[in-house]
């Protein structure tokens, strides 16, 4: 019924930047926060960004101040864009939305996309 789907994902060097997107589809009503997650291998998934329906975004220590997370509300979707990049920035990057759907309109559940590589070479 929905769907998150990632796209930007490749590989950089160290320094470099990128822009990762996400789009939101599917029978959605409505959608409240956004994120940008990430696992490394071997390590757990973590937080990188999020932003609120109404624009509050929190970013991870670790890219505070090299990554933004704009987002388009008309278009249902969500970006992550990422500067400086560091060879400790290479994992795979997933999505997440709370959203409710058309069926579903009582609770936001989060909806997880299927993840895109990035990787930064040194």
């Known amino acids: 019924q929905v769907q998150l789907v990632e796209s930007g994902g490749c590989l950089v060097q160290a320094g470099g930047s990128l822009r990762l997107s996400c789009v939101a589809s599917g029978s959605i009503f409505s959608i409240n926060a956004m994120g940008w997650y990430r696992q490394a291998p071997g390590k757990q998934r973590e937080v990188v960004a999020t932003?609120?329906?109404?624009?509050?975004?929190n970013s991870a220590d670790s890219v505070n101040g090299r990554s933004t997370i704009p987002r388009d509300n008309a278009k249902n979707t969500v970006y992550l864009q990422m500067n400086s990049l560091r060879p400790e920035d290479t994992a795979v990057y997933y999505c997440?939305?709370?959203?409710?759907?058309?069926?579903?309109?009582?609770?936001?559940?989060?909806?997880w996309g299927q993840g895109t590589q990035v990787t930064v070479s040194s």
């Open positions: 997440n939305a709370d959203i409710t759907t058309l069926q579903y309109r009582r609770a936001y559940i989060g909806y």
């Open positions: 932003i609120t329906s109404g624009g509050s975004t």
